[in-house]
């Protein structure tokens, strides 16, 4: 079985206070996860 899922990732840089947004695709896979961000 093979299930794909994108994500939308919304963080902060503590060091620089800038926000930081990007994209992340989670595929699972006969029990192995791989991630991919971007």
């Known amino acids: 079985m ?3 899922k994108i994500v939308t ?3 902060n840089c ?3 206070f800038v926000p930081i947004i990007g994209k992340s695709n989670a595929i699972y896979t006969f029990g192995k996860q791989i ?4």
Do not use: P
């Open 14 to 16: 503590k060091h620089h």
């Open 2 to 4: 093979l299930f794909e």
């Open 35 to 38: 991630v991919n961000v971007y």
């Open 9 to 11: 990732l919304y963080s």
